[in-house]
């Protein structure tokens, strides 16, 4: 479907007021791309809405990121402790202050992921608007990190803020572009 920049910012608006809608319901949020020629303004009419919205704006350039660490945070060991018929995971960092406190660590370990970055000091009570800017110029391994993020806004121990939209932006694969082409499993998450 073509549209007009305007008729894109205002279908978008309807998503992003939708979203909040699906998420108060206990629903997963639809994400959306943007797909067209370069330099139209697929990302600055995010930004724009953004800021229209008074809402965060989170940008994130997947072309130039080199590591899935830096969109889904960064691995480490999670140890199982139990008190009592209390049980927690806690990350090694915390390991002797729960022993100290009388918590026995069990044999259990998993492995979890750090917040990203990217998502720390956001203002809760706002919308937030997530970029993932030129996805079909994602490196394979940062595309297959970015599909639980685009389909449930979560990875694995960590979750996007409700309230939270996410945008791609994206050239067409029509051979004008030097782009990767995104599979019917990927297409299904937006």
Not at 39 to 49: A, E, N, R, V
Not at 139 to 161: D, G, T, V
Request: glycine share 4%.
């Amino acid at each position: 479907m073509e549209l007009t920049l305007d008729e894109a910012k205002n279908i978008l608006r309807y998503i992003i007021k939708n979203n909040k809608n699906l998420q108060e319901k206990g629903q997963y949020p639809i994400a959306v791309s943007l797909c067209g020629d370069a330099g139209i303004g697929k990302t600055s009419i995010c930004d724009q809405l953004a800021e229209e919205l008074d809402a965060n704006y989170i940008k994130l350039s997947l072309a130039m990121m080199t590591d899935p660490s830096e969109l889904i945070g960064w691995p480490f060991q999670e140890y199982h402790v139990c008190k009592d018929n209390e049980c927690e995971w806690i990350s090694a960092k915390l390991i002797d202050a729960y022993t100290a406190n009388g918590w026995t660590i069990t044999p259990e370990t998993r492995m979890s992921y750090a917040v990203p970055k990217w998502i720390e000091g956001l203002d809760l009570n706002k919308s937030t608007i997530v970029v993932l800017d030129d996805i079909t110029r994602a490196s394979e391994a940062i595309l297959q990190a970015s599909m639980e993020i685009i389909n449930r806004q979560e990875y694995i121990s960590w979750k996007l803020p409700k309230n939270t939209t996410v945008i791609l932006t994206e050239n067409p694969d029509n051979g004008k572009y030097n782009v990767g082409s995104i599979d019917e499993a990927q297409k299904s998450r937006y």
